[in-house]
Nanobody, 122 residues
Framework: DVQLQASGGGLVQPWESLRLSCAAS????????IGWFRQAPGMEREGVSC????????YYADDVKGRFTISSSVAKNTVYLQMNSLKPADTAVYYC???????????????WGKGTLVTVSS
């Protein structure tokens, strides 16, 4: 039914770039906000970015402002996260998640994907 599939992760060196994709299905994509979260071993899952498909509002965590850009294609039911100037601290499993309406707290997201691993290392 509801599916969120994150893809695009990989191994990159510091200051390089990746673009993650979150392909959504099984729900009304245009009524939801799609968030990107990341979790490194031993750390809590943290919000990275979010976009609301209702009004286009975007959110970025302080650590990624100016480096990451989130975008959404309602036609493709896909949200993208362009990650530039990657740092080792960005290393984590990146998850996309969906919640109704507007971007909210991590605990408000209803649907979660499996995640894609981003490793930033020299």
């Amino acid at each position: 039914d509801v599916q969120l599939q994150a893809s695009g992760g990989g191994l990159v060196q510091p200051w390089e770039s990746l673009r993650l994709s979150c392909a959504a299905s099984g729900f009304t994509f245009g009524d939801y906000a799609i968030g990107w979260f990341r979790q490194a071993p031993g750390m809590e899952r943290e919000g990275v970015s979010c976009i609301s498909n209702r009004d286009g509002f975007t959110y970025y965590a302080d650590d990624v402002k100016g480096r990451f850009t989130i975008s959404s294609s309602v036609a493709k039911n896909t949200v993208y996260l362009q990650m530039n100037s990657l740092k080792p601290a960005d290393t984590a499993v990146y998850y996309c998640a969906a919640m109704r309406g507007w971007c909210g707290d991590v605990y408000e997201y209803n649907y979660w994907g499996k995640g894609t691993l981003v490793t930033v290392s020299s």
